[in-house]
């Protein structure tokens, strides 16, 4: 009968006791000399861009580049499609071409000084032009490629965050690196932001160096 | 009928058929490339690798440089030595990789930072001879940063194995910089064969 009397009051005992230790257990349970350490899904990765090697003589008086590099080796990241080709040879090239693309039908490009052309497509529907990204890119993102009267010069990634795609650096950290493995005698490639956009620009050297220096900014309205 | 002189200039002649048929099939039809032979056994040259940062975009690169290695130079471990002196100018030439591919030149730095880089994010924050490694003690490069305000905080470390970098470079950098680094990257100091 007395035992049967005091069980509540046990019980109540016990729980109290418990409520008071809960937060010692929990300290218990997680404090480990890793602890301090956060979590594995706080870790982030950073991505290494690898330009290609140089090789020193042996006095390392002078670097030239170690690897042998061709416009073939750019050519098979775009598609094929390489500086100085007109506007329609480009569009031809395109998974779905838009009709009358060609030189005298381009718009300006407002950021240069001398007569450059441009047009534009989604990257959406062009896989093959991604460079091999697989992050998100942003339904807005874009490509642009503007031409000097001798052809292409310069390709540029435009990559504009949304709602599904709120991180568009992966994708230009992609698609750059995938540029940066090639010489820079066969293509320049610069990564720079403008505004919420990533641009990556693949621009030909052989072009003048004011053309090769010219960003693109987004216009304030 | 067989007697075994025959059963035998048999399997002679089909044994004998059998690499002459192989060779046509592999390259005679024009269509098949036969694969590349690398000399996996000649010791690799020196490679010294910089770890450089563009703090506009947070980008990181691994810069690598083989040294040619003197004629007396002895391989250990299949690699040749590395100079112990390593003179400014190839860091000069390691930072011309960023430079050349930066939006905004003043933002290449050397990827090793001074506590305090965040309030003045300066190349003469950044050490050069604390960003490199070389390929005679070490595989990998690594860096490990914060962030703050956007813009990636980093040291670097090198390592025997990729998570060994990782985790030498993230130790450097949370004593260094008194902060928790939870941005982590490697690279192999050797370029692929």
Known sequence: MGYRGTLPTILHRVT???????????????????????????QETK?????????????????????????????AITTGITFGLDPSAVNAKLPAPAPGVAWGS?????????DIRYFWVRLEGLTDLHAGATACLGVDSYI??????????????????????????????????????????????????????EIVDISDPTASGYLVATRWHPRVE | MWNSVSIRLLIVLTLAALPARA???????????????TDT???????IAYMLADVGTNDAFAVRMEVDASPDATPARGRFPCPTTIPA?????????????????????????????????DA???????????????????????????RDVCNVACGGTEQEAKDLAKGRCEVKQQQRCTITGAAEILPPQ
Do not use: K
């Open chain 1, 16 to 42: 109290a006791l418990l409520r008071l230790c809960l937060p010692f257990a929990i300290l218990a349970a997680t404090w480990s000399p890793t602890a301090a350490q956060p979590a594995p899904g706080t």
């Open chain 1, 47 to 75: 991505h290494i861009l690898t330009p290609p090697p140089l090789r020193w003589d042996r006095q390392m008086l002078s670097g030239r580049p170690a690897l042998s590099q061709t416009i073939t080796d750019f050519a």
């Open chain 1, 106 to 114: 381009l718009p300006a490009a407002g950021e240069f000084q001398d």
């Open chain 1, 144 to 197: 642009v490629f503007l031409f000097q009267q001798r052809g292409l010069f310069r390709m540029s990634y435009r990559l504009a965050p949304d709602a599904t795609c709120p991180n568009v650096n992966d994708a230009a950290e992609e698609i750059f690196g995938r540029y940066v493995s090639i010489a820079t005698d066969i293509a320049q490639s610069v990564h720079y932001r403008a505004g919420s956009l």
């Open chain 2, 23 to 37: 060779a046509t099939l592999s390259f005679g039809g024009g269509e098949s490339v036969p694969p590349v032979v």
């Open chain 2, 41 to 47: 056994t000649r010791p690799r040259q020196c490679t």
């Open chain 2, 89 to 121: 100018r190839m860091a000069t030439r390691a930072m011309e990789a960023c430079l050349i591919r930066a939006g905004d030149s003043r933002y290449c730095v050397f990827g090793d930072m001074a506590r305090g880089f965040e309030n003045r994010p």
């Open chain 2, 124 to 150: 003469r924050l950044t050490a050069e001879n604390t960003s490199r490694c070389a390929s005679d003690i070490y595989n990998y490069i690594g860096i490990a940063c914060w962030q703050s305000g956007g």
